[in-house]
């Protein structure tokens, strides 16, 4: 059955063209910079906006009109699984994500849920070997269960850890068989909504334990992908423990698990921790962790993770700028971890909705080509911190100086007044090179 009625394959018309259903700036195979577009950006389909929820939101039930609403949850979803490969083949994304649940109902037993689970992954399977798209990475949805309720890998109850150790393991298998390119560690619940009932200390020791012995079973089973932590700072608890960037790979060094992790950074979980996600990739970066990126972003006037199809060029020029000086995401890819509004309902909408997303980031990755190109906002930098380049501030630099000599330098000094700096120039300058290109 065809699931996205004669909507033919997307292909690139460009910026003019009045086809909603062509690509503007999206090039699969024009080459920037030494990469072609395609290559810059491994599009990856997320599962569960896509095909699971339904638009569902706490006020209201599932709005989105769908082919397989009101059937036999199996038979659902296999269908699901046909609509999701002709999705990628009409967008012409090569990945998907998914969480274990997104694929085939929850049943009472664990035994039985693993059973309809692998049939799932069986027909998965099948289509990947028939079109060659690719699993980016896999995860547990170790949330959505009532029994996560106060948390999984730092619930306080040892039972629940342990269910969710053999539901990671279970994935974690599937991860292996279906050879995804990565592993997600997102800890929805990791985190807390009092501290009149948690003992953070233990919960934390509990969660590292957790992650440790998935490197161990890794490694026992010779799983190749790359494991991720994706921090997000609230929702659904009030405290979650891998807040931002810097908290993740903090509490990474601490347990001495840096070494196999590295960052799944999400642009409207930036938004929430009070960052912009250009001070997330740059921390990553700067870490060396900079490993895949949940593509979304959240509306300004919303404080909940709105998930909405990136179409923010100046979003798209900052990511792509990380991105680029990054050399690419080496072991990742980008994820619309994004939803259609709920009024958007159709199946329609969601090709519009991923063609505006693709659309958008490749938009930016030529703008933020042009601008490393030219080199314009780096040498403005570079002069900026030109004073450490010699005398006294090459001394600091290369960390060979002492307060004494520092007191003996400053106390004769001549203060000359600083130089501007000048954001406002820079902004305008930015806007040119977006809106003249
Ligand atoms: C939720 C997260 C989630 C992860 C995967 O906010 O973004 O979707 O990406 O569990
Ligand atoms: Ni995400
Ligand atoms: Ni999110």
Redesign the pocket.
């Given at each position: 059955m065809e699931y996205f009625k004669g909507i033919e394959k997307a292909v690139y018309k460009g910026k003019d063209s009045n086809d909603a259903f062509s690509f503007k700036h999206y090039n699969a195979s024009e080459t920037i910079g030494n990469k072609t577009m395609e290559e810059w950006m491994p599009f990856a389909m997320?599962w569960?906006?896509t095909l699971a929820s339904g638009s569902s939101d706490p006020f209201g039930s599932a709005a989105a009109t769908r082919p397989w609403n009101g059937k036999e949850p199996l038979e659902a979803s296999k269908m699901r699984v046909e609509a999701g490969f002709e999705l990628m083949q009409k967008l012409g994304i090569n990945y998907f994500?998914f969480?274990d649940r997104d694929l085939a109902p929850e049943c009472k037993s664990l035994k039985e849920t693993n059973e309809k689970l692998d049939i799932i992954i069986g027909l998965i399977e099948e289509s990947m070997n028939k079109t060659g798209k690719k699993l980016l990475w896999a995860?547990s949805?170790l949330?959505t269960n009532p029994r996560y309720m106060h948390g999984a890998a730092t619930s306080p109850y040892a039972d629940v850890f342990a269910i969710a150790s053999a539901q990671t393991k279970k994935t974690m298998d599937i991860a292996k068989k279906l050879n995804a390119k990565g592993y997600?560690f997102?800890g929805?619940r990791e985190g807390y909504e009092t501290l009149l009932n948690t003992d953070m200390k233990r919960e934390l020791e509990h969660l590292a334990y957790f992650l440790s012995m998935a490197v161990e079973y890794k490694e026992k089973i010779g799983f190749k992908g790359q494991f991720f932590i994706?921090p997000?700072p609230k929702?659904p608890t009030k405290h979650q423990y891998d807040f931002d960037a810097a908290t993740t790979l903090e509490f990474l060094y601490h347990y001495k698990l840096d070494k196999y992790f590295e960052l799944?950074l999400?642009v409207?979980?930036a938004t929430l921790a009070g960052h912009t996600m250009q001070h997330e990739m740059q921390v990553a970066r700067n870490h060396n962790k900079l490993g895949s990126v949940?593509i979304n972003y959240g509306d300004t006037f919303l404080g909940w993770?709105t998930?909405m199809f990136l179409t923010n060029i100046y979003d798209a020029v900052f990511m792509m700028i990380e991105v680029i000086k990054n050399g690419g995401l080496k072991n990742g890819g980008f994820?619309f971890?994004a939803k259609v509004r709920r009024p958007s309902h159709t199946m329609e909408d969601l090709v519009y909705s991923y063609i505006a997303g693709m659309d958008t980031l490749a938009w930016g990755l030529r703008i933020a080509d042009k601008i490393i190109r030219d080199g314009f906002f780096d040498k403005f930098i570079e002069e900026r911190y030109s004073s450490y380049n010699s005398g006294i501030g090459a001394k600091i630099e290369s960390k060979s100086t002492s307060f004494e000599e520092l007191f003996d330098y400053a106390i004769n000094l001549e203060e000359k007044g600083l130089p501007s700096g000048n954001q406002e120039m820079l902004e305008a300058k930015l806007n040119q090179f977006i809106y003249n290109n």
């Amino acid at each position: 059955m065809e699931y996205f009625k004669g909507i033919e394959k997307a292909v690139y018309k460009g910026k003019d063209s009045n086809d909603a259903f062509s690509f503007k700036h999206y090039n699969a195979s024009e080459t920037i910079g030494n990469k072609t577009m395609e290559e810059w950006m491994p599009f990856a389909m997320s599962w569960w906006h896509t095909l699971a929820s339904g638009s569902s939101d706490p006020f209201g039930s599932a709005a989105a009109t769908r082919p397989w609403n009101g059937k036999e949850p199996l038979e659902a979803s296999k269908m699901r699984v046909e609509a999701g490969f002709e999705l990628m083949q009409k967008l012409g994304i090569n990945y998907f994500c998914f969480h274990d649940r997104d694929l085939a109902p929850e049943c009472k037993s664990l035994k039985e849920t693993n059973e309809k689970l692998d049939i799932i992954i069986g027909l998965i399977e099948e289509s990947m070997n028939k079109t060659g798209k690719k699993l980016l990475w896999a995860t547990s949805s170790l949330f959505t269960n009532p029994r996560y309720m106060h948390g999984a890998a730092t619930s306080p109850y040892a039972d629940v850890f342990a269910i969710a150790s053999a539901q990671t393991k279970k994935t974690m298998d599937i991860a292996k068989k279906l050879n995804a390119k990565g592993y997600v560690f997102w800890g929805g619940r990791e985190g807390y909504e009092t501290l009149l009932n948690t003992d953070m200390k233990r919960e934390l020791e509990h969660l590292a334990y957790f992650l440790s012995m998935a490197v161990e079973y890794k490694e026992k089973i010779g799983f190749k992908g790359q494991f991720f932590i994706e921090p997000k700072p609230k929702e659904p608890t009030k405290h979650q423990y891998d807040f931002d960037a810097a908290t993740t790979l903090e509490f990474l060094y601490h347990y001495k698990l840096d070494k196999y992790f590295e960052l799944n950074l999400e642009v409207n979980h930036a938004t929430l921790a009070g960052h912009t996600m250009q001070h997330e990739m740059q921390v990553a970066r700067n870490h060396n962790k900079l490993g895949s990126v949940d593509i979304n972003y959240g509306d300004t006037f919303l404080g909940w993770d709105t998930d909405m199809f990136l179409t923010n060029i100046y979003d798209a020029v900052f990511m792509m700028i990380e991105v680029i000086k990054n050399g690419g995401l080496k072991n990742g890819g980008f994820n619309f971890d994004a939803k259609v509004r709920r009024p958007s309902h159709t199946m329609e909408d969601l090709v519009y909705s991923y063609i505006a997303g693709m659309d958008t980031l490749a938009w930016g990755l030529r703008i933020a080509d042009k601008i490393i190109r030219d080199g314009f906002f780096d040498k403005f930098i570079e002069e900026r911190y030109s004073s450490y380049n010699s005398g006294i501030g090459a001394k600091i630099e290369s960390k060979s100086t002492s307060f004494e000599e520092l007191f003996d330098y400053a106390i004769n000094l001549e203060e000359k007044g600083l130089p501007s700096g000048n954001q406002e120039m820079l902004e305008a300058k930015l806007n040119q090179f977006i809106y003249n290109n």
